[in-house]
């Protein structure tokens, strides 16, 4: 089951239009532009944690300086 990039809601998949549309908020996608939803979301989330474990290794830094 696939959900809803936009609002987490489950898609409804079209067999005629090949295509998965969102009963709540109204998205239509292809399923590769699900992928590519998909993909995206999954770098940024990446990019969130290692940006937060170089504010962790900076703080751990200036802790320590701090003895
Ligand atoms: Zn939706």
Do not use: N
């Not at 990446?46 to 802790?63: F, G, S, V």
């Amino acid at each position: 089951m696939r959900s809803c990039p936009y609002c987490g809601s489950t898609l409804t998949f079209d067999r005629m239009e090949k295509i998965y549309s969102c009963g709540r908020c109204g998205a239509v996608l292809t399923l590769q532009e699900l992928v590519e939803h998909r993909e995206k979301a999954r770098a940024e989330k990446e990019k969130m944690l290692k940006e937060r474990r170089r504010h962790e290794e900076y703080l751990e830094w200036w802790l320590s300086s701090k003895k």
